[in-house]
T-cell receptor
Framework: AQKVTQAQTEISVVEKEDVTLDCVYETRDTTYYLFWYKQPPSGELVFLIRRNSFDEQNEISGRYSWNFQKSTSSFNFTITASQVVDSAVYFCALSEAGTGNQFYFGTGTSLTVIP | NAGVTQTPKFRVLKTGQSMTLLCAQDMNHEYMYWYRQDPGMGLRLIHYSVGEGTTAKGEVPDGYNVSRLKKQNFLLGLESAAPSQTSVYFC???????????FGQGTRLTVV
């Protein structure tokens, strides 16, 4: 079973629109960590945010914000006033503290911001 | 600030050939990983290491071997390349499960 599900394969928005990328995870651990990464067209993977399972406070960083809801096992990512430079593939990932030693990645959401 | 460096960046192999991908990190991280990225499949873990001299299998280990003789280096070997191993390979390192992983720039491998 997929531990991290990103149901949106591709999203297109017009510049300045807001967009939310969904991430749903599955774990039995009570302690776990969630991450978002950005992969621009150049191909490298850029770390965006880390959140632990005990901190449900929403996080805002400039135009980026993250909504973590344990009740729905979701860790969604919103870009406000999107820009062309936001065009990239975005990956959500899960790391479990209790078992295993790996990061589980979703299949990614490809975001295209149209000027 | 080198971070994680992968060598080479591109490679074309013929079926049956062997090769080694090198990953080097300068952050003194204990954990290192090799992932492959294929369209529509995200990143899948091939092998990983939790410290010098240790290795373990990930989700898709068949056809690959790894070695971690030095803490800063993690080598991925393809013993007999197959077209199914055409992919983009990423190396990553982290200080542990609780922290983010830092990725190399990727190696695009084509097996013909």
């Amino acid at each position: 079973a997929q531990k991290v599900t990103q149901a949106q394969t591709e999203i297109s928005v017009v510049e300045k629109e807001d967009v939310t990328l969904d991430c749903v995870y599955e774990t039995r651990d009570t302690t776990y960590y969630l991450f978002w990464y950005k992969q621009p067209p150049s191909g490298e993977l850029v770390f965006l945010i880390r959140r632990n399972s005990f901190d449900e406070q929403n996080e805002i960083s400039g135009r980026y914000s993250w909504n973590f809801q344990k009740s729905t096992s979701s860790f969604n990512f919103t870009i406000t006033a999107s820009q062309v430079v936001d065009s990239a593939v975005y990956f959500c990932a899960l790391s479990e503290a209790g078992t295993g030693n790996q990061f589980y990645f979703g299949t990614g959401t490809s975001l295209t911001v149209i000027p | 600030n080198a971070g994680v460096t992968q060598t080479p960046k591109f490679r074309v192999l013929k079926t049956g050939q062997s090769m080694t991908l090198l990953c080097a990190q300068d952050m003194n991280h204990e954990y290192m990983y090799w992932y492959r990225q294929d369209p529509g499949m995200g990143l899948r873990l091939i092998h990983y290491s939790v410290g010098e001299g240790t290795t373990a299998k990930g989700e898709v280990p068949d056809g690959y071997n790894v070695s971690r003789l030095k803490k800063q280096n993690f080598l991925l070997g393809l013993e007999s390349a197959a077209p199914s191993q055409t992919s983009v390979y990423f190396c990553a390192s982290s200080s542990g499960r609780r922290t983010e992983a830092f990725f190399g720039q990727g190696t695009r491998l084509t097996v013909v």
